[in-house]
């Protein structure tokens, strides 16, 4: 099972959630959906074991959160990098690489090809090789997807992965995300208040409302929000 | 000129030093730690200054002063982002107590404590190049088992934590080393001028290279090429080595932004 919450309340102090349970399957697709400060990225701090839940257990991979999360790539909605202005986006990549291991990998030419694959997956290899800090913010997004694959993940973690995406980059991300969960057999778990084109790929929905965390497998249990794009 | 025993053990040592300042001075620049390396360089005065006093060589006053207080800034200022504060406040006890000792003792040893804020790298003693050895040989072991996951927490810290990589662990890690490098650079450019060897190169060798292993490559030999720029020069024209190294160094900081600008 890729994650068993059992009556898991999530927040930091004061509970966001009433105590839910659920399973979710070994690669599948889901949609997390709820408003701003439902606890939608409370639950993805959860699975990283960056915070505790306030009661009850979540286990991912069959083992308690943190133990796994070499096999998690996530990809918050804002961070911080610390790249100087001439290094790539290929170099960000490089980085990530068995980053936990200890040692230097300086000169790896299968990593090098490999990270030159995802770029082309990602649609990123026009500007993989030019500095980061200068790409858009659509440009970056690819270059973490891309970033978050080189570890070959069993889950990724997307928050609001579409944002700052135009029309025809949307339509290109999303073809990858369904080529990942579908050839690569990678779990997405992905929050976005955007799920206009992308409800019907997915396989089911997290609905965080009112306290409440509900598993809906049908798109018309979430219709009645209007802040959910559909 | 490199006949005389002196200039033979300015280039041992100064070589080992720039080595390490040009690797140290890419992660400073990354982690935007420049303030650090700049404050335990100060720091350093108050560590030599107390072990000048009781008799002791002075680079293990500094070294032993700057491991606790890098250790002390490393947990306190975990995040790259939160270190500044961490810094300023730890130096500021420390240059309190630095001044202190120069207050009691200010008769005793005013030319040693020159020594230290400026660098004598021509009177580096055979003792001094074996000690610069070990100090050399323990932060390439650290850096070699640490170097991926220091690399990594810096450029990209949230998805280092998000992999279970002990940020906090590498931050007192990479204080621990700049402390060491501060500790055996003050031998050269002194403890004001600490600073130009632990930022300039890296920045440098940034200002031209798009990957971190060519960077520190390049970070080396422009900290080196600095140094025997700086030992010939010196010679020939008996002015202090490190005028020519920090001149020379952001005459090449110079040409990379002015290059940076006009292409």
């Not at chain 1, 929905?205 to 009112?210: D, E, P, W």
């Not at chain 1, 018309?220 to 802040?227: A, G, Q, R, T, V």
């Not at chain 2, 996951?149 to 002990?166: M, R, V």
Request: proline share 3%; glycine share 6%; hydrophobic share 50%.
């Amino acid at each position: 099972m890729m994650i068993e919450c059992n009556n898991l309340v999530l927040g930091y102090k004061d509970p966001l959630t009433e105590p839910f349970s659920l399973s979710i399957e070994d690669n599948k697709w889901l949609g997390i959906i709820g408003e701003n400060g439902s606890g939608k990225s409370t639950f993805f701090r959860t699975i990283l074991s960056e915070i505790k839940p306030l009661s009850g257990t979540i286990r991912i991979f069959d083992k308690t959160p943190g133990v796994f999360n070499r096999l998690i790539s996530y990809i918050p909605q804002e961070r911080e990098i610390n790249l100087a202005d001439k290094m790539t986006g290929f170099t960000l990549i490089k980085s990530c690489h068995s980053a936990w291991k200890y040692g230097f990998d300086c000169l790896n030419n299968k990593l090098n090809h490999r990270i030159y694959e995802l770029a082309e997956l990602v649609g990123a290899t026009s500007y993989i090789l030019q500095p980061f800090n200068n790409l858009s913010g659509g440009q970056k997004k690819k270059i973490f997807l891309a970033q978050a694959l080189i570890n070959k993940p069993k889950l990724l973690l997307l928050d609001e992965p579409l944002a700052d995406l135009d029309t025809k980059s949307k339509h290109h991300f999303i073809q990858t995300l369904r080529d990942i969960n579908a050839k690569q057999k990678i779990g997405l778990l992905m929050i976005s208040h955007d799920m206009h084109e992308i409800a019907s790929y997915l396989d089911a929905f997290i609905h965080l409302k009112k306290s409440k965390v509900h598993y809906c497998s049908e798109l018309p249990c979430i219709k009645e929000d209007s802040y959910v794009g559909l | 000129m490199w006949a005389y025993n002196f200039m033979q053990h300015a280039l041992i040592s100064g070589i080992l030093v720039s080595t390490i300042c040009g690797i140290v001075s890419v992660l400073v620049v990354i982690r935007r730690s420049a303030f650090a390396s700049h404050a335990l360089g100060h720091m350093s005065l108050t560590g030599a200054a107390g072990a000048i006093f009781i008799g002791v060589n002075p680079l293990f006053g500094q070294l032993i002063l700057n491991l606790i207080a890098s250790t002390i800034m490393g947990i306190i200022g975990d995040k790259v982002k939160r270190n500044d504060l961490a810094v300023g406040v730890v130096l500021a006890f420390v240059l309190g107590l630095g001044s202190y000792f120069l207050f009691l003792f200010q008769n005793n040893y005013a030319g040693n404590v020159i020594s230290i804020l400026f660098g004598n790298i021509l009177a580096v003693s055979t003792s001094q190049i074996y000690y610069l050895s070990i100090l050399f040989m323990i932060v390439i072991i650290i850096l070699g088992i640490f170097a991926r996951q220091l690399i990594f927490a810096s450029i990209d810290p949230s998805i280092a934590n998000s992999k279970n990589i002990p940020i906090k662990k590498l931050s007192i890690v990479f204080f621990i080393i700049l402390a060491i490098t501060v500790s055996m650079a003050c031998q050269i450019v002194g403890a004001l001028l600490i600073f130009v060897m632990l930022i300039v190169p890296g920045a440098i060798a940034l200002q031209w290279c798009d990957s971190i292993f060519k960077t520190i490559i390049l970070s080396i030999l422009v900290a080196n090429l600095s140094l025997i720029f700086g030992l010939y020069f010196s010679f020939w024209l008996n002015l202090p080595v490190s005028f020519f190294i920090t001149s020379s160094l952001c005459s090449m900081y110079l040409i990379g932004f002015i290059k940076n600008r006009l292409f």
